[in-house]
């Protein structure tokens, strides 16, 4: 398989400039609208788990889940100070959000940053991230390390349970953190902050309702966002490479897919979809994205990955670096033979 990568183009930075323009109206109208979508939602479920039954709370989870990704993806923005004009308004806003969307603002922002300053160079990888070996490393790895790694690939780890267990677990404890004293007291403050939540909504709707209705949306909203930041870097015309070739703006343009949705799905999913863009200016907000392929349709065709061509991503699962693409468990056992 031939890629046609592009070199970008030393003006993007200035030619994005007047996108980073952030929006304290905008902002704020965004957030309304979102939480008050949610808590309708939420309210909808709750009449359905009352007097119509479980199995109609939990399709209800859907959209509940799908919209605790948009307030996540409002939270991220702070994450990145590109929703509001202020720092400090960034921040407190993202570390109330963060109560809502179960993921500690301040640990994800450090991580999240980190795949933004390292994205797509081989020898960075494991911050902020889907864990991805090489063929090599594979092949050299012991047979209990390639069944873990099997194991972790596979679509019911990876897009079920894993995603449950980051959220309800994981982002409680940040191990990997764990020396920095400031993101781990904010981590222990937000989880203080999604207990007191937790207790009073069990108080005033019943343990059971709250069972039932608000952890499977988080558990929807979990696996909705680990698909899609899926989906923004492990597709066939991705790009990994090793310094001194990797270079930040090439990996951005090219290892970043344009997951051109319908439009309802990009409303709710925050334009996350156009995220070549994104990497290259993480300071424009999400709202502004689309204005950016408007104005420079050259590129909308470069990622550009539809829905039903994404749902073929699921079996690609190592970098074969000698013929720069991913490959399946099954082609990477091709090459290994023949090798």
Partial sequence: MTHNHVQPEKAWSKRLAPYRRASNARAWVEIALTL?????VWALSWAAFTHVGLLASLVLSIPGGALLIRLFILQHDCGHGSLFNSTKLNDSVGRCLAVFT????????????????????LHERGFG??????????????RWEQIKYRVYRH???LFGLGPAYMFFLRHRV??????????????MVTNAGIAVVFLAMMYVFGIGAFLWIHLPMIAVGASI???LFYVQHQFDETMWDVPPEWKRDVAALNGSSYYDLPKP??????????HHV????????????PKVLKDFPELKSLGRITFWQSLKTIRLALWDEKERRLVSFREARQLMAAA
């Fill in 155 to 157: 679509p019911i780890v």
């Fill in 129 to 142: 991230d889907i864990d991805t070996l090489t063929v090599e490393e594979y092949r050299q790895s012991s």
């Fill in 225 to 227: 966002g680990t698909w």
């Fill in 36 to 40: 008050t979508l949610f808590l309708a």
């Fill in 278 to 289: 994104h990497h290259l200016n993480s300071r424009i907000p999400f709202h502004q994205l």
């Fill in 174 to 187: 940040p191990l990997a953190l764990i020396k920095d004293k400031t993101i781990w007291l904010n981590t």
């Fill in 265 to 274: 799905l990009m409303w709710i999913s925050g334009n996350i979809g156009i």
């Fill in 102 to 121: 179960v993921t500690p603002y301040d640990s994800w922002r450090d991580s999240h940053a980190r795949h933004h300053a390292h994205s797509g160079n």
